[in-house]
């Protein structure tokens, strides 16, 4: 099993460790529930050094990259990042991802945890003129500060104003303990706050000056539990549950994100689907009566199975059960009442208008 | 380390149980087993007068992670409910012994505690790791 360089923090912070995707992680320090209020009203800071970083430079890179993703690169510019995914060539999801452009010869990409070697085997498997592929996430720390006090308290940390001025999805270099650092503002919970990548060296130095100088704000550490309820409520995708494999971008609900017009892998397949529609449709349902639903669940509608939810749970905010679910297109609309099977039982639930929970940084 | 006082007593699945007067039983679920489940949000509470074996399912406890079947640890009739667990079911999170109670057995035979583990012998089957 992997451990992060924080390991130790999270041991000293009483974190409660369990696997996930291979690395030993929190899933809380205290409470779920507790953490994810407090990123919601505060702010969080949360260790994600197990997710991958991917560096795709050169010559070439741009064309490369154009070929790879059905994301535009027009859209971003020199520190700019955007969201984007891999289709492979069904038209199926490699991987979600966000893309950041240093250089238009230079560019970083941040994957998933669990897709770390997959993505990078893709990509060089289709690598092509002067192109140099590395997976630099082995020395590369990342730490999340989310929440309406976030920008406060990384300013007391890094005094850059570069850092005070970024806009949501720009980010900048900045320096930490004398080591160069990339400061995003973007995230993965639906409040304002930002990404930091440094050095192993340096995790803890920060992590630990982060909560010093945070806590007067109401910082919390926050685990993987509140990340899961926080990206929920916001309807982000998580790979292996809204995208797979077999799950298309705009099966997802994330055709948003294809709107390049190069020629990018499985394109004449995406493009169809997003013009006549795909076969399958992701909805958000709110449970109307007690329970929480799992991911796996089959929905019903009028008695007949219409699908099956990919992520569920405990909505903090909301107090009650919610879920994703990848059903039939067109088989239910928002104000539909459904039927969500939790251990045999079918309990009542409407579909809703995504997402749970908007964004609320500017 | 999770708590175990000493005047309770234990079920494998780690229910408590602790007598009141001579032949009334409070029950709940051990700090070890709140521990394992994280935030819990509902409870689905038994009704006031059903008659239970030990170790008959009488409750349910779900959790932001899990969901979890509470066993009665004695035989008896259920006599009072915790509906306080209703607006605030992280009681048993954050008081598994005290505010976290959940359901009140009136005994059918108050020997039938001695069965049970003790606090060392509950402490030693959790450190065994039988969750």
Redesign the interface.
């Known amino acids: 099993m992997n451990r992060t360089a924080l390991y130790n923090e999270h041991l000293n912070l009483k974190g409660?460790i369990v696997d996930f995707a291979g690395w030993e992680l929190p899933?809380?320090y205290t409470?779920?529930?507790?953490e994810h209020i407090a990123c919601r009203n505060a702010a969080a800071l949360f260790d994600v050094s197990h997710m991958g970083e991917i560096t795709v430079k050169g010559k070439d890179a741009e064309s490369f990259l154009r070929k790879m993703i059905p994301t535009s690169l027009d859209r971003i510019e020199p520190y700019k990042c955007m969201y984007s995914c891999l289709c492979n060539d069904h038209g199926g999801t490699i991987d979600d991802l966000f893309i950041y452009m240093i250089a238009d010869d230079d560019f970083l990409l941040v994957v998933n945890a669990s897709t770390v070697e997959k993505d990078f085997r893709w990509l060089a498997s289709h690598r092509m003129g002067d192109v140099e592929i590395e997976n630099i996430s082995d020395v590369i720390s990342k730490i999340d500060i989310q929440g309406p006090l976030s920008k406060q308290i990384l300013l007391q940390v890094l005094s850059d104003e570069n850092v005070g001025e970024l806009e949501r999805f720009s980010f900048t270099h900045s320096v930490y303990g004398d080591r160069p650092i990339i400061v995003s503002c973007s995230g993965y919970t639906g409040e304002k706050g930002y990404e930091i990548y440094l050095h192993n060296e340096l995790a803890s130095r920060l992590w630990t000056e982060l909560l010093l100088k945070g806590k007067d704000f109401g910082l919390v550490p926050a685990g993987i539990?509140a990340r899961d309820?926080l990206r929920l409520e916001s309807c982000y995708s998580l790979y292996g549950h809204e995208l797979s494999d077999s799950i298309s971008p705009v099966e997802a609900g994330i055709g948003w994100i294809v709107n390049s017009k190069d020629d990018f892998i499985a394109k004449d397949i995406i493009l169809k689907q997003k013009k006549k529609g795909a076969s399958r449709e992701t909805v958000a349902v709110e449970l109307m009566d007690?329970?929480?639903p799992r991911e796996e669940c089959e929905v019903k509608k009028n008695g007949f199975i219409i699908g099956i939810t990919s992520s569920g749970?405990?909505s903090p905010s909301l107090k009650k059960g919610i879920a994703l679910a990848l059903v039939q297109a067109g088989s239910v609309k928002p104000g539909d009442e459904v039927e969500i099977v939790i251990?045999d039982k079918g309990v009542r639930a409407k579909v809703v208008k995504r997402p749970f929970y908007r964004y609320m940084g500017k | 380390m999770s708590s175990t006082p000493k005047e309770l007593r234990y079920s494998k699945s780690h229910e408590w149980i602790r007598k009141e007067g001579s032949n009334i039983g409070v029950c709940g679920i051990s700090d070890h087993a709140q521990?394992l489940l994280?935030?819990v949000?509902?409870v689905?509470l038994p009704s006031i007068g059903l008659e239970v074996k030990r170790g008959d399912r009488v409750a349910v406890v779900?959790?932001?992670?899990a969901?979890s079947d509470v066993y009665a640890p004695a035989t008896g009739k259920v006599i009072e409910v915790n509906t306080e667990l209703e607006e605030s079911p992280?009681a048993i999170?954050s008081d598994a012994y005290g505010d976290g109670w959940i359901f009140k057995l009136e005994l059918e035979d108050a020997d039938e505690l001695d069965s049970l583990m003790d606090a060392a012998a509950y402490q030693k089957h959790v450190a065994m790791g039988d969750n």
């Not at chain 1, 409470?31 to 507790?34: F, L, R």
């Open positions: 409660k899933v809380l409470s779920i529930i507790g539990g309820t007690k329970g929480v749970g405990y251990r | 521990e994280t935030d949000v509902f689905e779900e959790s932001v992670k969901v992280d999170n």
